[in-house]
């Protein structure tokens, strides 16, 4: 196993409707060939109040890092409350 890993990044993120939607992607790519990509939007409510909906997408060979939870791709929901 090599003493290093190289690892590329993309994170592609803009707003729309005055600042209120905000979509963006989050590409990782190690050059052992595995990955994830993790695409997210976000909504603001209120001032105080956020809503957010994502995923993360794994893939790659199974003995590396990422490739190993090929088939566990994962979503989640946020809900952010400040004060």
Excluded at 20 to 27: A, G, N
Excluded at 55 to 78: K, M, P, V, W
Aim: no cysteine.
């Amino acid at each position: 196993m090599s003493q290093f890993e190289t690892i590329m990044s993309l994170k592609v993120a803009t707003d729309f409707m005055h600042e209120r939607l905000k979509p963006e992607v989050l590409i990782l790519y190690w050059l052992d060939s595995s990955y994830r990509i993790s695409p997210k939007v976000g909504f603001e409510v209120f001032d105080y109040l956020n809503l957010a909906v994502g995923a993360h997408i794994f893939g790659g060979d199974e003995q590396n890092l990422f490739g190993q939870f090929d088939d566990n791709d994962q979503a989640f929901f946020e809900l952010r409350y400040g004060f």
